[in-house]
């Protein structure tokens, strides 16, 4: 075989004719004493030129050979260039490799040599020392009992011996040693090594050749040992086999001195009581947090306690105050109402106090004129643009008179379903003016303003609108007022009156100049430099802007930016809009603005506070939703009579479900106590979802899921939504004024109950005798006693007061003609449809039946 057969190949054969490629192995080492060989190709040196062969020279005669020379070895170098050509690869790597590991060795060896005997020298050194110190030590105690002057002369001597014994140690050594207990130590300051046991002085030493040849093969397997293994890497790079420190040691040791340094300087930990507030439940985290203590210290404690309990649990507020107790604190222990804000106890003091505008509500019956009268004070036009040309929704605005003066007014709803606007408008106002159509006289919803008002405790000013008509009758209207306690100045009485005409303008300066007199007369003040307090006047989703809601601001000054705390939602201002839709900066007291910025949107008459951080507004909302679920699932209390009640009304009342969206938070309160006016013992609406806002996906699959229409009072579906309800067919119903909606609704519900019965009763008779009819029928003998009978209506046989059986007279004879119909006073025979249980001495009522269009 050749040489080329003998060594590996790379892969597979090759078919061809052309020579094989040579491959050589490589062992690769890895940490853990892992290998792993890898086959790598095998290329020649191409050598450039021939080499020339050198003749031999001629030999001389012996007796020419001149005398033999010393032999003189070629460097190392010369035998390597010399011996290159004719060496392979993996020749010249084997005799690198053995030449690098020999020089290694010998260095090893050399530095093992070195240290041994610095090691040797020190300690003879050491020990050395030592003897003399003892020495002088020894002679100083023996002189001590001598008197002093003789003692003064040793001690030099000893001195200058013990300088002389140790030619190392300078004169000065006292002065070098305190030197050395005043220097700061030195960073990575090496630990000395300890002190070899020297063998007994009878003993005998080990020849000293076989103790250094013994070290120097100890030292050398340790050193090879922590080196690693050989690479050709380390081989032909000797500087780099030395092992590093790693950083993360030297970290360790930097830190290790900086505490060491710093040990001393540190003080003990000076614990501080706090004063913690404790609710009826904490949890064991929360309560850690306030007392500034470690949540494991906390559970440690409870453990003592015999209370197997971890840091998320909850604990009371008696448990808690033994753990504060034991720790150290002082408890403040606070109920969840306590959370809750109260402003009823917050009064401000008196020189705080500011004059600030009046609130004036405008309060009537429909359709009386009370947004023209506000518009001819506003120099506006409302009523245009109201739905119906009534007002559905409760207005603020604000009025700059010609002196300069303010005036707030709030524009109430008339409609009899808007009840709650009223009461909230009367509820929040300083002054009601009760507007009354000189025309139309009072009113039911006049009469409900006027019951409000007196239970607001506020004045009153009667301004009777509509005097430009030619059938205005205002004195007609202060006698009527006479029924209801208001007695006018004109009759003695105490308040005022005013005619206008809201048309015309007539008396519009009047009720101006009667409004100021009356607040001069209350003195309003309020506090503007404090957080500001105000009320929800109404509440709307916008589609842009998102949650609306519009208040008026009772105390204080709110300013964008507040965070505040509204029903059970809290945030922040976002912006601010006057009644113009102008954007402010900050509203007054009696200032009515529009709030930007709510996460939800709020309830009508709910109040706006302002509190001092978010963490507080959380904490207050959160209570509070809490306190709303509750109550919202909380179940009545129940007893046998309520149960047999919901019972009954399971079983006979039709429900009539309805998906209720509103465009402000008025109108669905509005129309949520009209349509539950509606229900009654035969049927009862049922409200699934009201919320403010457009018709969403959500409405639309609520109502396609219950079979329920869906009411929008001025919102329309969004795109979405609008698919969804042309793909399920559901049922919509858009309404904008709020009488047309409750009318559909009441005929809805009545064509739901279906028609109404009623019974109409045609004559009663006196079972006589009871004969055969046939095979199976029986013929009762009558004798009538009341009315008529007649063929063919339904009949209600009875015995003794009880109903036997509802039927119908199927046929009426008088002797054996078959007659229609049979007077009071004559007898007859008659056969009942599908009954024989017919007794002599039995009655017969004939009635029937008419059906009427139900009326809810």
Same mark, same amino acid.
């Given at each position: ?87 392979? +690869? ?37 020990? &050395? ?118 950083? !993360? ?80 604190? +002082? ?66 605005? &604000? ?227 809490? &306190?709303?679920?509750?109550? +919202? ?12 009640? !919901? ?17 402000? &938070? ?49 919102? +329309? ?140």
């Amino acid at each position: 075989m050749s040489e080329t057969e003998n060594k590996p190949t790379l892969g597979r054969k090759p078919l061809g004719l052309k020579k094989s490629v040579e491959a050589g192995e490589v062992k690769q080492t890895f940490s853990h004493g892992r290998t792993n060989k890898v086959v790598v190709e095998v290329k020649r040196r191409k050598l450039l030129g021939k080499a020339q062969p050198v003749e031999a020279a001629p030999e001389k005669p012996e007796q020419e050979k001149p005398a033999p020379a010393p032999e003189v070895k070629a460097p190392p170098a010369a035998k390597k260039a010399a011996a290159a050509p004719k060496e392979t +690869r993996q020749e010249i790597q084997a005799r690198l490799l053995r030449e690098a590991e020999e020089a290694r060795l010998t260095s090893l060896e050399n530095a093992s040599k070195r240290e041994v005997a610095a090691r040797q020298k020190a300690v003879e050194n050491e020990r &050395q020392r030592a003897d003399d110190n003892r020495k002088a030590d020894v002679e100083a105690e023996a002189t001590a009992t001598t008197d002093t002057e003789a003692a003064d002369a040793v001690k030099p001597a000893a001195k200058a011996k013990a300088g002389a014994s140790d030619p190392a140690a300078p004169e000065d050594a006292p002065a070098v040693a305190a030197q050395r207990e005043t220097t700061a130590p030195r960073k990575f300051t090496p630990v000395a090594k300890p002190e070899p046991k020297r063998p007994d002085a009878g003993a005998k030493r080990p020849d000293s050749s076989s103790s250094k040849k013994s070290e120097r093969s100890r030292g050398d397997r340790n050193d090879r040992r922590q080196s690693g293994k050989l690479t050709v890497t380390r081989a032909l790079n000797e500087d780099e086999g030395a092992r590093a420190r790693s950083l !993360a040691a030297l970290k360790r040791a930097r830190e290790k001195e900086r505490r060491a340094q710093f040990a001393g300087k540190q003080k003990p930990r000076v614990k501080h009581a706090r004063d913690v507030i404790v609710p009826e439940a904490i949890t064991v985290a929360e309560l850690a947090k306030r007392m500034g203590e470690k949540g494991a210290d906390l559970v440690k404690a409870l453990f003592n306690l015999d209370m197997m309990v971890t840091i998320t649990e909850t604990i009371d507020a008696d448990t808690a105050e033994l753990l504060v107790e034991e720790f150290g604190h +002082r408890i403040e222990r606070v109920s969840e109402s306590d959370i809750d804000l109260d402003t009823s106890v917050d009064v401000d003091p008196e020189e705080t106090l500011k004059e600030r505008p009046p609130v004036v509500t405008i309060m009537g019956h429909v359709d009386h004129g009370k947004t023209s009268l506000l518009d001819a004070l506003r120099g506006t036009d409302v009523v245009k643009g109201e739905a119906g040309g009534i007002t559905q929704h409760i207005g603020a605005y &604000q009025v700059t008179t010609k002196d300069k003066n303010k005036l707030t007014f709030l524009d109430t709803p008339g409609h009899e379903a808007f009840t709650q606007m009223r009461m909230r408008g009367a509820n929040v106002t300083d002054i009601v003016i009760l507007v009354v159509a000189a025309d139309d006289g009072i009113m039911p919803q006049t009469i409900e303003a006027i019951k409000h008002t007196k239970a607001a405790g506020v004045p009153m000013i009667v301004a009777i609108n509509k005097c430009d008509k030619d059938d205005a009758n205002a004195q007609r209207v202060r006698e009527r007022l006479l029924e209801h306690e208001i007695v006018v100045e004109e009759m003695s009485g105490e308040v005022q009156n005013v005619e206008v005409s809201a048309k015309t303008g007539k008396g519009i300066d009047e009720l101006i100049e009667k409004i100021m007199l009356q607040a001069e007369l209350l003195e309003l003040k309020a506090n503007p430099d404090r957080n500001a307090d105000a009320t929800v006047i109404e509440a709307k989703l916008d589609k842009g802007k998102g949650p609306l809601a519009t208040v008026l601001v009772n105390r204080g000054t709110l300013r964008r930016g507040d965070i505040f705390v509204v029903g059970t939602e809290s945030s922040r201002v976002r912006a601010l809009h006057d009644d113009k839709g102008k954007q402010i900066k900050e509203a007054g007291p009696s200032t009515p603005v529009e709030v930007l910025g709510l996460g939800g949107v709020p309830n009508a008459g709910d109040q706006l506070t302002v509190v001092e951080n978010e963490q507080r507004a959380r904490e207050v909302a959160e209570y509070r939703q809490e &306190q709303a679920t509750e109550k +919202r699932t909380a179940p009545a209390p129940a007893n046998l009579e309520t149960m047999f009640t !919901a019972l009954a009304e399971k079983a006979h009342v039709i429900e009539f479900p309805l998906v209720i969206k509103a465009d402000v &938070q008025g109108s669905i309160e509005a129309i949520n106590t009209a349509l539950n006016n509606l229900s009654n013992d035969d049927i009862k609406v049922r409200i699934l979802q009201s919320g403010v806002g457009a018709i969403t996906e959500s409405d639309v699959a609520l109502a396609s899921a219950t079979g329920a229409p869906i009411l929008g009072f001025n919102v +329309r579906p969004n795109a979405k939504a609008r698919e969804l309800i042309s793909r399920n067919k559901t049922r919509m119903m858009y309404y904008d004024v709020i009488y047309q909606l409750t009318e559909e609704i009441a005929k809805e519900m009545a064509g739901e109950l279906g028609p109404e019965k009623i019974e109409h009763v045609v004559g009663r008779a006196e079972v006589k005798e009871v004969f055969r009819s046939g095979k199976k029928d029986k013929a009762a003998g009558l004798l009538v006693t009341e009315g008529t009978i007649r063929k063919g209506l339904f009949a209600r046989l009875t015995r003794e007061d009880v109903i036997v059986s509802a039927t119908t007279i199927a046929s009426l004879r008088r002797f054996k003609d078959d007659v229609d119909e049979v007077r009071s006073g004559l007898e007859c025979g008659v056969v009942l449809e599908d009954t024989n249980d017919i007794k002599p001495g039995d009655s017969l009522e004939v009635f029937e039946i008419e059906e009427r269009e139900r009326v809810l």
